[in-house]
């Protein structure tokens, strides 16, 4: 505008000279002005004409800059020291959601979030300070009261025009801050997520860690377990050893490892490879277990007997085959023996049988009455088995006897019969009796001393008069029986023991039993096979034979003396109560010139012990001892006789325990 006016003052200046110079011109000259003036009005037309038109183009160019400011994608604005705002764009107040004219004049620390206010006095304090450009961060306030996230960028002016203002850019990163709270969000989650994975993954790892190593514990201890057991284990793939414990190689009597990479089949008897390799097939195919039972091939050259079981497994993420084996040589053996064994005996039993009928004696037994046929066949029987086997009947039935045939008839006969009368031990002295003592285990003890259960040991024990045995000694005996071991008094290791029982008595046992004087358990254990042998008056039939077999046994001639009819009958009226026992000894004595006697035994119950000292039963002279012993016996059988063989009554009579009678019996044969 200010241009124009001056324009025209210098026009209307020149218009003046001109006016001048014009009154002094011609009018050619006048004509050619007026020629130049109208080209030069033309002239001016144009560039006036150009200069309107850039004008407008300023004005074009002018409404654009102010449009680009005013709706910048981001927000501007100005402001002094003070942060009163002199200049915002529209896109600020679009931003803080007020009007353009409202932010004009306002403080710009009114838009700015109260915990930021610090920050953004820091921010302008700097700014001022240093004069450089500055950036942060920070919240300004909608007027909806949320919150927007912006990034501030401010330069102070220096120019001359706006020197000391503050021009400031102003970017909304709200939608970012929210993506990256978003993402942070996430990031965090997943981090979390992530770190529980990490510790999942680590307890896992851990898990692992452990688990491997116990299974390698356990693998260990399973190799360590699996090289110390007894039984044989042998792993086998392809067809060959991958792996054999030391019990397996040394079953096969080889070096540990020797049989490692060697095919099963190899020590394996060539008549049962057939077998076991079928076995193996099928446990192959079949997956299920199965035992087998074959000859093995010892280095030993030895008879091997091994039993086994072959089973499906996987060895080294292969199938397998496992295979556990035992020998069982010494037991297969041994069934071995006791088949053929049993085979014997059935025939022994079926030849014994077929002429039991007419059977007149059976073994060092006679007699052949129906009675002791039945004891023949239960000794039979009896002989046949391991089990403890219980004999009853009175006095001189002959017990022992009976005991001594199964015994001899047993698998044992080879092994000891060892006969105990248990009503002739001392108290005091069954457990020394029984398991032996060291010398100086209690006093008296002057040498060693094996017991029995060693000295029957693989035999027989025969437990006579078993009624006598006391309740502690019982206990003691059972656990023998049982355990098979003991310990002999005085000494600390064990002993082995594998004998038989047969035990007998003339008392009532089942009578014992119930007045609790054999224990319940120890009846059990011994009860398990009993014999009855009928005395001999309910056998009278057996007297001829009996009669015979001693006449014999005792005369000693090839033709032995006969009996005259009238002995006979007086022997067949008598009722026996020493059963054969008497019957030998009256037989003996008859045979040896002294009178029968038997009317008078019999009756006689309270006689007082007789001398029978004719001169025929004289004994002869010779050492006192002898003549002592001799003279003793005759006194022990008389009593005997007189008391109907009751070896109670018997001992009374002669005033001595019935332990010291039985004793004295045994030690004078009278058995
Ligand atoms: N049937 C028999 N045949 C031949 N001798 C027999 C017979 N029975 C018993 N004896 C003989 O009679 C004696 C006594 O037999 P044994 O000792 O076996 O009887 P016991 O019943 O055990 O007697 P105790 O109960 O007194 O111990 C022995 O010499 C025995 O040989």
């Given at each position: 505008m200010d241009t124009l006016i001056e324009f025209r003052r210098k026009m209307q200046d020149n218009l003046h000279v001109t006016t001048s110079i014009v009154s002094h011109m011609n009018q050619e000259e006048i004509i050619t002005l007026i020629h130049e003036l109208w080209i030069r009005q033309v002239e001016l037309d144009i560039e006036n004409e150009a200069f309107r038109h850039a004008q407008h183009e300023l004005e074009n160019s002018l409404q654009y800059y102010a449009d680009l400011y005013n709706f910048a994608p981001m927000g501007y604005c100005a402001f002094y020291k003070d942060g009163i705002l002199v200049n915002a764009n529209a896109t600020l107040a679009d931003l803080l959601g007020v009007s353009r004219e409202s932010v004009i004049h306002s403080s710009i620390f009114h838009y700015v979030v109260q915990d930021d206010q610090p920050l953004f006095q820091q921010y302008l304090q700097e700014l001022f300070a240093t004069k450089l450009p500055q950036y942060c961060e920070l919240r300004l306030i909608h007027v909806s009261g949320s919150h927007i996230y912006v990034q501030l960028e401010s330069r102070l002016r220096h120019d001359e025009r706006y020197t000391g203002q503050c021009w400031m850019t102003v970017s909304n990163m709200t939608e970012r801050k929210q993506t990256q709270e978003k993402l942070e969000g996430l990031v965090r989650q997943q981090s979390v997520e992530l770190s529980m994975t990490a510790e999942q993954l680590r307890e896992e790892a851990e898990r692992r860690k452990r688990v491997g190593e116990a299974l390698e514990e356990t693998e260990r201890q399973y190799r360590m377990l699996a090289q110390n057991v007894a039984d044989g284990i042998g792993i086998i793939q392809d067809c060959r050893f991958v792996f054999a414990n030391t019990a397996l190689c040394l079953l096969f009597g080889l070096p540990e490892g020797a049989l490692l990479e060697m095919n099963p089949l190899d020590v394996i008897h060539a008549e049962y490879q057939a077998d076991v390799e079928s076995i193996l097939n099928e446990v192959e195919v079949s997956g299920a277990s199965e035992p087998f039972l074959a000859q093995g091939i010892p280095s030993t050259g030895k008879t091997l007997w091994i039993e086994g079981e072959f089973r499906v497994m996987d060895w080294k993420e292969r199938p397998a085959i496992l295979l556990t084996a035992k020998d069982i040589t010494e037991h297969k053996l041994h069934n071995i023996a006791l088949e053929q064994e049993q085979k014997r005996l059935k025939k022994e039993i079926t030849a014994l049988k077929s002429s039991m009928k007419e059977r007149y004696r059976f073994g060092e037994i006679i007699g052949k009455s129906a009675a002791m046929q039945e004891v023949y066949e239960q000794a039979l029987k009896a002989a046949a088995t391991d089990a403890s086997v219980f004999i009853y009947g009175e006095s001189g039935t002959g017990k022992e006897l009976i005991a001594r045939t199964i015994h001899d008839m047993s698998k044992r006969r080879d092994q000891k019969f060892v006969p105990v009368n248990c009503g002739a031990i001392p108290e005091n002295l069954f457990e020394s009796e029984f398991f032996g003592h060291r010398r100086g285990a209690f006093t008296g003890a002057i040498r060693d001393k094996q017991g029995l259960f060693a000295v029957a040991h693989k035999g027989t024990l025969f437990l006579d008069e078993?009624?006598?045995?006391?309740a502690a000694m019982q206990v003691k005996l059972l656990r023998v029986l049982d355990e098979g071991e003991f310990t002999p008094i005085g000494e600390t290791s064990v002993k082995k023991t594998d004998v038989r029982i047969i035990a007998a008595t003339n008392r009532n046992l089942e009578d014992l039993r119930r007045r609790k004087i054999v224990r319940e358990d120890f009846f059990f254990r011994i009860h398990v096979f009993t014999i009855t042998v009928p005395p001999l008056r309910e056998r009278k039939e057996d007297i001829p034979l009996l009669l015979e077999y001693f006449v014999r046994r005792f005369s000693g001639k090839d033709a032995p003396p006969a009996i005259p009819g009238n002995i006979l009958d007086a022997l067949q009226h008598y009722d026996w109560p020493g059963n054969v026992r008497e019957f030998q000894n009256v037989i003996q004595r008859y045979l040896s010139?002294?009178?029968?006697n038997l009317i008078e035994t019999k009756k006689e119950?309270?006689?007082k012990p007789r001398l029978m000292l004719d001169g025929k039963t004289?004994?002869?002279?010779?050492e006192f001892q002898e003549v002592m012993d001799d003279f003793e016996k005759k006194i022990i059988l008389e009593v005997l006789e007189q008391h109907r063989w009751n070896k109670s009554k018997t001992a009374a009579s002669l005033g001595i325990p019935r332990r010291t009678l039985y004793r004295k019996m045994e030690r004078y044969g009278i058995m």
């Amino acid at each position: 505008m200010d241009t124009l006016i001056e324009f025209r003052r210098k026009m209307q200046d020149n218009l003046h000279v001109t006016t001048s110079i014009v009154s002094h011109m011609n009018q050619e000259e006048i004509i050619t002005l007026i020629h130049e003036l109208w080209i030069r009005q033309v002239e001016l037309d144009i560039e006036n004409e150009a200069f309107r038109h850039a004008q407008h183009e300023l004005e074009n160019s002018l409404q654009y800059y102010a449009d680009l400011y005013n709706f910048a994608p981001m927000g501007y604005c100005a402001f002094y020291k003070d942060g009163i705002l002199v200049n915002a764009n529209a896109t600020l107040a679009d931003l803080l959601g007020v009007s353009r004219e409202s932010v004009i004049h306002s403080s710009i620390f009114h838009y700015v979030v109260q915990d930021d206010q610090p920050l953004f006095q820091q921010y302008l304090q700097e700014l001022f300070a240093t004069k450089l450009p500055q950036y942060c961060e920070l919240r300004l306030i909608h007027v909806s009261g949320s919150h927007i996230y912006v990034q501030l960028e401010s330069r102070l002016r220096h120019d001359e025009r706006y020197t000391g203002q503050c021009w400031m850019t102003v970017s909304n990163m709200t939608e970012r801050k929210q993506t990256q709270e978003k993402l942070e969000g996430l990031v965090r989650q997943q981090s979390v997520e992530l770190s529980m994975t990490a510790e999942q993954l680590r307890e896992e790892a851990e898990r692992r860690k452990r688990v491997g190593e116990a299974l390698e514990e356990t693998e260990r201890q399973y190799r360590m377990l699996a090289q110390n057991v007894a039984d044989g284990i042998g792993i086998i793939q392809d067809c060959r050893f991958v792996f054999a414990n030391t019990a397996l190689c040394l079953l096969f009597g080889l070096p540990e490892g020797a049989l490692l990479e060697m095919n099963p089949l190899d020590v394996i008897h060539a008549e049962y490879q057939a077998d076991v390799e079928s076995i193996l097939n099928e446990v192959e195919v079949s997956g299920a277990s199965e035992p087998f039972l074959a000859q093995g091939i010892p280095s030993t050259g030895k008879t091997l007997w091994i039993e086994g079981e072959f089973r499906v497994m996987d060895w080294k993420e292969r199938p397998a085959i496992l295979l556990t084996a035992k020998d069982i040589t010494e037991h297969k053996l041994h069934n071995i023996a006791l088949e053929q064994e049993q085979k014997r005996l059935k025939k022994e039993i079926t030849a014994l049988k077929s002429s039991m009928k007419e059977r007149y004696r059976f073994g060092e037994i006679i007699g052949k009455s129906a009675a002791m046929q039945e004891v023949y066949e239960q000794a039979l029987k009896a002989a046949a088995t391991d089990a403890s086997v219980f004999i009853y009947g009175e006095s001189g039935t002959g017990k022992e006897l009976i005991a001594r045939t199964i015994h001899d008839m047993s698998k044992r006969r080879d092994q000891k019969f060892v006969p105990v009368n248990c009503g002739a031990i001392p108290e005091n002295l069954f457990e020394s009796e029984f398991f032996g003592h060291r010398r100086g285990a209690f006093t008296g003890a002057i040498r060693d001393k094996q017991g029995l259960f060693a000295v029957a040991h693989k035999g027989t024990l025969f437990l006579d008069e078993l009624g006598e045995l006391p309740a502690a000694m019982q206990v003691k005996l059972l656990r023998v029986l049982d355990e098979g071991e003991f310990t002999p008094i005085g000494e600390t290791s064990v002993k082995k023991t594998d004998v038989r029982i047969i035990a007998a008595t003339n008392r009532n046992l089942e009578d014992l039993r119930r007045r609790k004087i054999v224990r319940e358990d120890f009846f059990f254990r011994i009860h398990v096979f009993t014999i009855t042998v009928p005395p001999l008056r309910e056998r009278k039939e057996d007297i001829p034979l009996l009669l015979e077999y001693f006449v014999r046994r005792f005369s000693g001639k090839d033709a032995p003396p006969a009996i005259p009819g009238n002995i006979l009958d007086a022997l067949q009226h008598y009722d026996w109560p020493g059963n054969v026992r008497e019957f030998q000894n009256v037989i003996q004595r008859y045979l040896s010139g002294q009178p029968l006697n038997l009317i008078e035994t019999k009756k006689e119950e309270t006689a007082k012990p007789r001398l029978m000292l004719d001169g025929k039963t004289r004994p002869k002279t010779g050492e006192f001892q002898e003549v002592m012993d001799d003279f003793e016996k005759k006194i022990i059988l008389e009593v005997l006789e007189q008391h109907r063989w009751n070896k109670s009554k018997t001992a009374a009579s002669l005033g001595i325990p019935r332990r010291t009678l039985y004793r004295k019996m045994e030690r004078y044969g009278i058995m």
